[in-house]
C-alpha cells in the first residue's frame, strides 16, 4: 500500500500558462489605470495654469485701477486689456462692471478650456474668474 495517492500529471497541464494569462490582465488593468490617472493630471494642470493666468489678467487690470485712483478707465485702455485676454486664454473675454462710479468695480474674465468642451457650443461649460477692486475714497 502507498502512503501517498499518486497525482495524475495530465490533470496540472497548462495551469502554469493561466495564472501567467491572469497575472497579465491584472497588470494591463493597472497600466489603463495609470495613463487615465497621467490624462487627469494634465487636464488639472491646464485648468490650473489657465487660472492663474486669469488672476494675472485681472489683477493687471486692478492696478491700473489703483494707479488712476479710479475705477473708470479710458476704452483704449479696457480694449487693450480685453484683446489680451482674448489672446492668453482660449475664448477668453473679460468685462468690467461699475458697481459704483469711481470708486467700485467687478471685474470678470471668463474663457473655455479645450479640456471642457463636447463639441455643442450649448453644454460648454466656461470657467470664470471675477474679483472686486474697491477703492479708498
Known sequence: MR????RNKNAD???MLIEVLVSLLIFSFGVIGLMGMQARAIQAGTDAQDRDIAARLANQLSSQMQIGRTTD?????LAAWK????AELPNGEGSVTQ????T??????????PTRTTGSST????SRFSTQVVLPQ
Open 3 to 6: 502512503p501517498y495517492p499518486v
Open 13 to 15: 497541464r497548462g495551469f
Open 73 to 77: 478707465l479710458s476704452a483704449a485702455n
Open 83 to 86: 484683446d489680451l485676454v482674448a
Open 99 to 102: 458697481v459704483t462710479t469711481g
Open 104 to 113: 467700485n468695480a467687478k471685474i470678470l474674465v471668463t474663457w473655455l478650456a
Open 123 to 126: 453644454t460648454d461649460v466656461k
